[in-house]
């Protein structure tokens, strides 16, 4: 057991309609990341904050999508007019500190969207 | 930018068999490399990891060695076992202290160990 949690674990929408995720580090993550996996490729990087502060965002992170973390604690990642090929795995993972240290990762909210 | 290259599976053995999954990265300088596996139904969870070049990681029987002048971090394990069976990982970090250390992810490689 990690310790990241993430709720949902699977949703499932209809085209068009916002979702949004909530991932639940420990409390010593100071870091928290966002990944997408699609199905049979690795995670790819979408975003990370440093306590509250998001300092970069992919360009895989379209308009349509935004992530919070407003008291660096638990970290929320909506996806607006959602569209087929947002249809992934969305990981979080936490870390301790800075440099090269090990990501912890959650289970994951699988998304369809039909 | 920095990427990520493993062999595709799924890579199938018996029990017992010997293992060795291929990775090449390429990056600027010195990335720290991983070894992340993912059992069915759950999370990535770290197998292993090195910091800087000939350093070995190892775990639960699998190893890995950082070489520098193959830009390689090859998993291996003597001996596998049915538990084994699941998608490996190989991914590497960015360097320096103000760099944002996010992972880069190989493919995966999945990992079928028969009876």
């Known amino acids: 057991d990690t310790g990241v949690s993430q709720d949902p674990r699977h949703k499932i929408t209809k085209r068009g309609q916002n979702v949004t995720f909530r991932c639940d580090p420990i409390?010593?993550?100071?870091?928290l990341y966002w990944y997408r996996q699609t199905l049979g490729q690795g995670p790819e990087f979408l975003t990370y904050?440093?306590?509250?502060?998001?300092?970069?965002k992919s360009r895989l992170l379209s308009d349509r999508f935004s992530a919070e973390r407003p008291k660096g604690s638990f970290s929320t990642l909506e996806i607006q007019r959602t569209e087929q090929g947002d249809s992934a795995m969305y990981l979080c993972?936490?870390?301790?500190?800075?440099?090269?240290?090990?990501?912890?990762f959650g289970a994951g909210t699988r998304l369809s969207v039909l | 930018g920095d990427s990520v290259t493993q062999m595709e599976g799924p890579v199938t053995l018996s029990e017992e068999a010997f293992l060795t999954i291929n990775c090449t990265y390429t990056?600027?300088?010195?990335?720290?490399l991983f070894w992340y596996v993912q059992y069915p139904g759950e999370g990535l969870q770290l197998l292993l990891k090195?910091?800087?070049?000939?350093d070995k990681g190892s775990n639960k029987g699998f190893e890995a060695t950082y070489r520098k002048e193959t830009t390689s971090f090859h998993l291996e394990k003597g001996s596998v076992q049915v538990s084994d069976s699941a998608v490996y990982f190989c991914?590497?970090?960015?360097?320096?202290?103000?760099?944002?250390?996010?992972?880069?992810f190989g493919g995966g490689t999945r990992l079928m160990v028969k009876p």
């Open positions: 904050f440093q306590n509250e502060a998001q300092l970069e």
């Open positions: 993972a936490g870390t301790k500190g800075q440099g090269a240290n090990i990501q912890y």
């Open positions: 991914a590497l970090s960015g360097l320096g202290f103000d760099a944002g250390n996010m992972l880069t």
């Open positions: 990056a600027t300088g010195y990335p720290s």
């Open positions: 409390s010593e993550h100071n870091r």
């Open positions: 090195a910091t800087k070049a000939d």
